[in-house]
T-cell receptor
């Protein structure tokens, strides 16, 4: 089991640039979550996919953020244009047999994003 | 609606002493409850969960948690703390009868175990 794989692990870019974060969930999992973690706000859910379909995107901060899941093994979170307040650690997590499931989430090791 | 509270931002304990990290929850139905641990520069890792049945749940690394329905609590415990247990701990809840498919996480408790 390779676990949830995120790339890149670190990203430093200038304000206004487009940022794309990538996630490969665990094979066989059909639920995928994107989170953002900061000291001030803790762990925030951004978006939840089930069977590749976005189910809840109420946590996406604004139109600059978008997420896609073109297939069961890949998802992206894009920020365009990026701003310094987007600096955070972004996590992807997957779990199996949602929605009616008690299965825990499996988290990747995150992407540490710094917007200068 | 579902919510979870971790009332302590930080818990300090001496190595070898028992530790408790507190969690209380609120759901309209019955809960699934989870504990996760986060080490520096890593993602959250699952420790244990309560589904139903025995109120004392045992998990990874010697941790256990006690479900108390009357007090709506799910405190994490370990009989003897190790320095390597120092990390950030998250409690999460999902209302299995309330229609929410997404767990709610607490703000986390930083556990510091002193040698």
């Amino acid at each position: 089991d390779a676990g949830v794989i995120q790339s890149p692990r670190h990203e430093v870019t200038e304000m206004g640039q487009e940022v794309t974060l990538r996630c490969k969930p665990i094979s066989g999992h059909n639920s995928l979550f994107w989170y953002r973690q900061t000291m001030m706000r803790g762990l925030e859910l951004l978006i939840y996919f089930n069977n590749n379909v976005p189910i809840d995107d109420s946590g996406m901060p604004e139109d600059r953020f978008s997420a896609k899941m073109p297939n069961a093994s890949f998802s992206t979170l894009k920020i365009q244009p990026s701003e310094p307040r987007d600096s955070a650690v972004y996590f992807c997590a997957s779990s199996g047999r949602q929605p009616d499931s008690n299965q825990p989430q499996h988290f990747g090791d995150g992407t540490r994003l710094s917007i200068l | 609606a579902q919510s979870v509270a971790q009332p302590e931002d930080q818990v300090n304990v001496a190595e070898g002493n028992p530790l408790t990290v507190k969690c209380t929850y609120s759901v309209s139905g019955n809960p699934y409850l989870f504990w996760y641990v986060q080490y520096p520069n890593r993602g959250l890792q699952f420790l244990l969960k309560y589904i139903t049945g025995d109120n004392l749940v045992k998990g990874s690394y010697g941790f256990e948690a006690e479900f108390n329905k009357s007090q709506t609590s799910f405190h994490l415990k370990k009989p003897s703390a190790l320095v390597s247990d120092s990390a950030l701990y998250f409690c999460a809840v999902r209302d299995r009868t309330g229609g929410s498919y997404i767990p709610t996480f607490g703000r986390g408790t930083s556990l510091i175990v002193h040698p």
